[in-house]
């Protein structure tokens, strides 16, 4: 594959990402919004069951990354979800793939807009939106300069975020009530549909490791380190996710926490100085260590989407100065714009991102099953490799489970906006098959005539 990218703008990316970068941007991906968020609307589906909806999605998650983990070690890659799609299914599932990523980075306006009401949490008199259009530009200009200093601040991020955490499970296990999780009255107060609707709100918490495999064109090791990434990543934090849910629904009584975000809890137990710490450390750095690593990765796929013809190269274009693809990291700024001044609520713009991200996520999880058969070279010398009597079942389950989480995801959505995701992605299907004509045409005209 290296071959066949020697003159293209994803070769001028640099190289640049370790084992530690790699571990260190699939927590700093995951560990951030999902929980400070959506904890509170997590314990309002399901109670104290909420600590098994957080274990159930965790565990999911590593099941639905199976196939990209194979994938990965196979055939690393940057764009690596567009790339898989478009070679062993087609070139429209490979943009596809992308359209339905770019549908799901409504979370950037997610992400920026938790930090401005965690900041707020501290400092009541700051503008939300004021604040969320701050952060969002500061992350957006540090991507813009390059990719080695973003991957230096998101490691310390991570340091950061993780003692944050540390401090609130430390100083709250001494006032859970243990003795609450054994009624099944709190536990599952609303049945087994509560739990998975809460194991499908909940699983856009631990589901952020997926997006390093955009990244393996700038790996030093990308065919070792993403299997490890991946599957690690999210074992850590599906475990500090589960420790934290015992705290913040074990403290205080569900009526008290439920559809309320994680620093009432803190503040509830904890004294005004570590509460302080939690905020800034627990909280706001650790949402701005996930908007750091996304607009690490999600520009990743345009720019081979563009080297592939269904974009124009220029906005594919890397710049030549930071190596960084800079018109398609401010498409994604300006689109975070827009997600902030509509004034959708934060749970509802993760139900549409992250709702958006399983969907597609299928499409390469399908391609996976092709890998054998289309490159086995690739396939037979991969680190990490599942025999096809187990790959199978594995991606059979993968595609399961994302259906499953998508449906419960989305059924929670208002009427109007799950009618809006709808006719976004028949949009994005018709556009796809458009598209797809034209750029057929094109490569014909292109061929020399036969004699």
Request: net charge positive; aromatic share 10%.
């Amino acid at each position: 594959m290296e071959m066949t990218l020697a003159n293209t703008e994803e070769a001028k990316l640099k190289k640049v990402l370790g084992l530690q970068d790699v571990l260190a941007l699939a927590v700093g991906l995951t560990i951030g919004t999902g929980i400070l968020i959506l904890m509170g609307p997590g314990i309002g589906l399901t109670g104290k069951g909420v600590v098994l909806a957080f274990f159930i999605s965790g565990i999911t998650n590593c099941i639905n990354l199976i196939p990209m983990t194979q994938l990965c070690s196979a055939m690393p890659t940057t764009g690596a979800g567009y790339r898989y799609s478009s070679l062993l299914l087609g070139p429209r599932c490979g943009f596809l793939f992308e359209l339905g990523v770019l549908m799901s980075k409504v979370t950037i306006g997610l992400f920026s807009l938790s930090f401005a009401q965690y900041a707020q949490g501290l400092f009541p008199t700051l503008p939300i939106q004021l604040t969320a259009f701050v952060v969002l530009t500061f992350f957006f200009v540090i991507n813009v300069v390059g990719l080695r200093s973003s991957a230096v601040v998101q490691r310390w991020l991570v340091v950061i975020k993780l003692s944050g955490l540390a401090v609130f499970v430390i100083w709250g296990i001494s006032a859970v009530d243990f003795s609450s999780f054994t009624h099944t009255s709190e536990l599952l107060p609303n049945g087994v549909n509560g739990l998975m609707q809460a194991v499908g709100l909940v699983a856009y918490s631990s589901f952020g490791a997926v997006a390093i495999a955009e990244l393996g064109g700038e790996m030093k090791r990308p065919a070792r380190d993403l299997p490890i990434g991946l599957v690690l990543g999210t074992l850590v934090v599906t475990a500090v996710y589960v420790l934290v849910a015992f705290v913040a629904a074990g403290v205080l009584p569900v009526a008290q926490v439920a559809n309320k975000p994680l620093m009432y809890v803190a503040k509830n137990f904890m004294p005004h100085g570590f509460y302080v710490y939690f905020i800034i450390a627990g909280a706001i750095v650790s949402i701005g260590a996930t908007l750091n690593g996304a607009f690490q990765w999600i520009t990743k796929g345009f720019v081979v989407a563009c080297e592939d013809g269904w974009l124009p190269k220029g906005f594919g274009a890397v710049n030549a100065r930071f190596g960084t693809p800079h018109f398609c990291l401010l498409f994604f700024y300006l689109l975070g714009v827009l997600v902030i001044w509509t004034g959708i609520t934060v749970v509802d713009i993760a139900r549409i991102g992250f709702g958006a991200l399983l969907t597609v996520n299928m499409i390469p999880a399908v391609a996976c099953a092709l890998l054998p058969r289309k490159y086995p070279k690739e396939y037979a010398n991969a680190p990490f490799r599942l025999k096809p009597a187990l790959l199978y079942p594995c991606i059979a389950a993968a595609l399961i489970c994302m259906a499953g989480q998508a449906y419960y995801l989305l059924a929670g959505l208002p009427n109007h906006l799950l009618i809006m995701e709808g006719v976004l992605f028949l949009s994005a299907i018709t556009y796809v098959i458009i598209a797809g004509r034209r750029r057929e045409n094109a490569q014909q005209q292109l061929q020399p005539d036969a004699p």
